[in-house]
C-alpha cells in the first residue's frame, strides 16, 4: 500500500525559516509542498521519509531566499493491482459503492465488481447482497475488505491554450477540477470480501 519514491527538486527557504536547522526548514519545505498531492504515475504523497542529499543552499538575487537541491525519498500511497485494503463505506448509488480510508476517498467498486446477486435499494439508499435468504446491508460506515482492481491517474494541472500574440495562456476550464487525480477502481466479489460482519 505504501511505497518509497525517489525525488529530486530544488527547495525555497524563506527567510524566516533561517533559524531552523537546515534538515528541519527542508523537511518542512518539502512537506508543505507535495503532501497530499497528486504525482502523475507514481501516487499520493504523503510525507518526507528522508534526505538523501542536500546542496548548499545559495541565495536568489531580489527575494533572499535561499534554495536548495535535494535528493529525497517520499512515502507514497499506491497500492498494488490485487492488492486487499479495508475501509470503510461512504457512500452508496446505483452505480456502486464509494470507499474511503480515511486519508483517501477516491475508491469506486462498481456494481458489477459487488457480491453476486447484490441489490440497491433505493428506499434505503444502500446495496444489498441477497446470499441464500439472507439479506446483507451494505450500510455507511461499516468496515469493508476490498481487492484493487485498476487505477486511474487523471492530470488536473491547466492545460496551455495556443499563443495569443506571442503568450501562452492557461486554459483553466480544459481539465475538469470535478475530477479525482488519482482513483481506485476496487470488487468484493469474493470469498472473504466485503464488510467484515458478514465473514464474523
Not at 34 to 39: C, D, I, M, Q
Not at 146 to 172: A, H, I, N, W, Y
Request: proline share 4%.
Amino acid at each position: 500500500m505504501f511505497n518509497l519514491a525517489e525525488i529530486k527538486d530544488t527547495i525555497k527557504i524563506e527567510p524566516s525559516g533561517f533559524r531552523k536547522k537546515k534538515s528541519q526548514a527542508i523537511t518542512d519545505e518539502i512537506n508543505r509542498k507535495y503532501a497530499n498531492k497528486v504525482l502523475q504515475d507514481v501516487g499520493l504523497c504523503i510525507a518526507m521519509y528522508d534526505i538523501l542529499h542536500a546542496s548548499e543552499g545559495f541565495i536568489h538575487h531580489g527575494d533572499g531566499c535561499s534554495y536548495v537541491t535535494v535528493h529525497f525519498r517520499m512515502i507514497i500511497f499506491r497500492p498494488f493491482i490485487g492488492e486487499i485494503l479495508t475501509g470503510k463505506i461512504r457512500s452508496c448509488n446505483p452505480e456502486g459503492v464509494r470507499v474511503s480510508l480515511g486519508f483517501f476517498d477516491d475508491i469506486f467498486i462498481p456494481y458489477n465488481y459487488l457480491q453476486p446477486q447484490s441489490e440497491f435499494s433505493a428506499e434505503e439508499q444502500v446495496w444489498i447482497w441477497r446470499y441464500e435468504e439472507n439479506e446483507m446491508f451494505m450500510d455507511l460506515d461499516e468496515d469493508i475488505r476490498f481487492r484493487v482492481e485498476s487505477e486511474q491517474f487523471f492530470d488536473t494541472s491547466p492545460s496551455v491554450r495556443p499563443k495569443k500574440e506571442g503568450v501562452d495562456t492557461p486554459d483553466l476550464s480544459a481539465n475538469s477540477s470535478k475530477q479525482a487525480p488519482y482513483s481506485l477502481v476496487c470488487s468484493i466479489n469474493g470469498d472473504g470480501l466485503g464488510l467484515f460482519s458478514w465473514w464474523g
